[in-house]
């Protein structure tokens, strides 16, 4: 079992930026392939970003691209979404998850909430 637990959501103005964050416990964190995912009110939950095992390669969202970047530190279980150049459309809760490789994203977060006011 992993367990994962975001934080650093907020309500932030249009234009502003946020980073999230997301620990990691129970198995070895290196071992999974991280993603970050948003649900706004009303919608789908939609991917966003992901990330390897070593960084080596990272995946976004055409919606985000260019303004969100995804990282991890292995040594910190951690792995992190800097948000820039937010905008309302931003507006959801955000969940990290870990996939082992074979099966999907296996292990959610509770979500963190992000607001951006126009």
Do not use: H
Not at 31 to 56: C, H, L
Not at 87 to 92: A, N, Q, R, Y
Not at 98 to 115: C, F, L
Request: with cysteine; hydrophobic share 30%.
């Amino acid at each position: 079992q992993v367990q994962l637990v975001e934080s650093g959501g907020g309500l932030v103005q249009a234009g502003g930026s946020l980073r999230l964050s997301c620990t990691a416990s129970g198995r070895t964190f290196s071992d999974y392939t991280m993603g970050w995912f948003r649900q706004a009110p009303g919608k789908e939950r939609e991917f966003v970003a992901q990330i390897s095992w070593n960084s080596g390669s990272t995946y976004y969202a055409n919606s985000v691209k260019g303004r969100f970047t995804i990282s991890r530190d292995n040594a910190k279980n951690t792995v992190y979404l800097q948000m820039n150049s937010l905008k309302p459309e931003d507006t959801g809760v955000y969940y990290c998850a870990a996939s082992d490789g074979r099966s999907g994203y296996n292990y959610w977060g509770q979500g963190t909430q992000v607001t951006v006011s126009s």
